[in-house]
């Protein structure tokens, strides 16, 4: 068939999220979701490499008999066991299942980088693993041996089978809700709660002076990750927007309930994995952690807060803001260069 000319451009406000025009090739233009490509750019800017991260004093301290106790190091373990395969959901989520169903070109963009990063962090935890020399096989086997991380993994994976089927598509009401309702339970309940009271942990390592490569490496992620609700959460209030009949009532009582679930396993895994607590954070401290980030996750998506208790871990939020500031990774060894100035 010849090429038929064409001086048509593509109409603007048929830019959508989901059902726009056909996304046969990404044309970026004209631009309509801003925030999607601020976000690839933030992401570009934020490129690290697991790899950059000394772990020399982490490996002195895991092989050294006294300097973590052995709550310290199970925890440590535990933590990496939930992160590998959170990661690699997320990245399958993306991947095989999101992207396809996206028809905005700008989103398109950033879900490539997101998936990219979701490798970089999968490739992180090989590298902390590898370095200590630890247990591989048990770590990345985790999610079938330890029932608090199988409970987590299997609320995302059960709920968002619907869109891994070759024959979902969107465009009539119920596959669109769907849709909205996988993105809710990717990003906001695992990305945005599922990952947050290991990150705590974490974060309680590296106030001890203890794994501190790990943990930066950790930080890192939670960068990363922080990006990556903040777009999820703008692809949710956009798509609220371009198709306002999604979002009935009967919706967001699921979607309440869906957060209430997701909360309750959030702390039961705190709980079962830390069960004397750890670096002064208790099973409570914990549960008021989870239900206050949960209230900060309900209100960003128009949902009405559900817990209303104060953060017990005020150094948390502290934590995320700074590491969305780009010159907090002050230990960074290398410097990306823009294409321009690289020598060849
Ligand atoms: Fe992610």
Redesign the pocket.
Known sequence: MPITKSDKQVDINKRRIINGVDADVIQLYPMRHIFAWDAYNTGNANHWLPTEIGMQKDIEQWRSPTALTPEERQAFETVLGFFTTA?SI?ANNVVLAIYKHITSPECRMYLLR?GY??AIHTHAYQYIVESLGMDEGRIFNMYRTVSAIYNKDNLVLSLNEGIFDPYFKTGTFESDQKFLENLIVFSVIL?GIFFYSSFAVMFGFQRQNKLVGSAEQIQYIMR??SQ?LNFGINMINTIKQEQPELWTKEFETKMINLMRRGVVLEYTYAKEVFPRGIFGMNAQGFKHYIEHIADRRLESIGLPTQYHVDNPFPWMSEAVDLSKEKNFFETRVTEYKVGGTLEW
């Open positions: 990661d997320a997101q990063e979701e990305e990363d990750e990556h």
